[in-house]
């Protein structure tokens, strides 16, 4: 298709699976040819990192207080540089470049909601989601069903375009250097989570399973990857478990591949909130088991018994089976691991995400 001046706007300052999943798209967006550009905080990861990648960027506080000048920036922005698609990520940008895009006549603004939550004010939500936008995006069909039925948005103006993920960084022999650093022998288990330290990712329930699964098998290793405002209640746990010679904390990691592939599996015991979790679709990518558990977009990607393990949230007691299952009946944990990479390399690589996308620009820009 036609070369598209395409806009990104995110009022979020960290840094998670919504801002990687904007990041990504657009450098494999840019790749394809597309002129793209991000308005976001200049204080904002996103914005640094976008900045560092050769991405063009706005500064914009998104700051309510300010909100009447940077309606005039924005528009005058949009109009200047001919934006064709304008896609907002957040609550507080998507009101304030939703309505400068419509007023600038924008030809299609793109509303996306990555994660699953509730609308209890459904006059204001349908404005955000129903008039404002021209299409929404969301990260998995349980996420655009709720949209659907709970703000009556028009099933044909809600798509489902999970993450694309980049096959090529995970797939390949599974050698990590993981082991060498912690100094874990190659016979010891290790079993780990890789996400941000949110409330609703479930540590407590992934340490209350390790706490079980050490009285049958007391050498196993548990990792857990990432940083965030629940690093300090999750140390408080691990040492009111007495755990903390099995438990590993090895904050922000960038090397996600490599850690993947020093899994005998990557748990995600999440409680609320989750789209379709990229890190399950690399996990896929590396042939790494699985266990998720049923909430929001996850069951759509691991399939329980055929391509990962799926158990009841909030429940270490399932969790804590679902680890030993997998450690204890190792041939079949790596027949799920393969199929879940067939699955991931067939509907979520980059390039499939980047189709469908297209296929909507074509729909209103074309």
């Known amino acids: 298709m036609k070369q598209l001046r395409i806009v990104h706007t995110e009022s979020s300052l960290g840094w998670g699976g919504q801002e990687i999943r904007i990041f990504t798209e657009m450098l ?11 308005v976001a905080p200049r204080e904002s990861q996103i ?42 990520h957040s609550s507080r940008d998507g009101w304030l470049a939703g309505l400068a895009g419509r007023s600038a006549g924008v030809p299609l603004i793109l509303r996306s909601r990555h994660i699953e939550v509730d609308y209890p004010n459904r006059f204001t939500s349908r404005i955000a989601f129903g008039r404002l936008p021209h299409h929404v995006l969301t990260t998995s069909d349980k996420i655009k069903n709720r949209l659907i039925t709970e703000l009556s948005l028009k099933p044909a103006d809600v798509t489902t ?22 100094k874990i022998a190659s016979d010891v288990p290790i079993i780990g989570m890789v996400t941000v330290l949110r409330s609703w990712k479930g540590h407590p329930f992934f340490l209350e399973a ?49 850690i993947l592939k020093g ?79 067939v699955f991931v390399a067939r509907e979520h690589s980059q390039a499939v995400m980047a189709k469908k996308l297209e296929a909507i620009y074509n729909r209103y820009c074309v």
Request: aromatic share 6%.
């Open 28 to 38: 494999f967006m840019q790749k394809r040819g597309h002129k793209v550009s991000l």
């Open 47 to 88: 914005f640094k990192r976008s900045e560092a990648a050769g991405i063009p960027c706005l500064p914009m506080s998104f700051k309510r207080s300010a909100w009447a000048r940077d309606f005039f920036i924005l528009k005058r922005f949009f109009k200047k540089e001919s934006v064709a698609v304008l896609n907002p």
């Open 161 to 182: 375009i999970a993450t694309g993920i980049d096959i090529e960084i995970y797939s390949g022999p599974r050698i990590s250097t993981i082991r060498k650093e912690l």
């Open 210 to 258: 390790a706490y079980s699964v050490l009285k049958s098998l007391p050498d196993t290793v548990f990792v857990i990857a990432g940083d965030g405002p629940q690093r300090e209640n999750i140390e408080r746990k691990i040492i009111d478990l007495g755990l903390t010679s099995n438990v590993l904390l090895l904050g922000h990691r960038s090397d996600v591949e490599n």
């Open 263 to 341: 899994l005998n599996a990557l748990v995600l015991p999440s409680t609320a909130h989750e789209g379709i979790p990229q890190i399950i679709l690399q996990a896929h990518a590396s042939q790494t088991p699985v266990i998720g558990t049923n909430v929001g977009g996850i069951p759509e990607v691991v399939c329980h018994m055929e391509t990962g393990l799926i158990i009841p949230h909030s429940d270490s007691t399932a969790l804590a089976a679902a680890i030993l299952e997998v450690l204890q009946n190792p041939s079949a944990s790596a027949s799920r691991a393969a199929k879940g990479n």
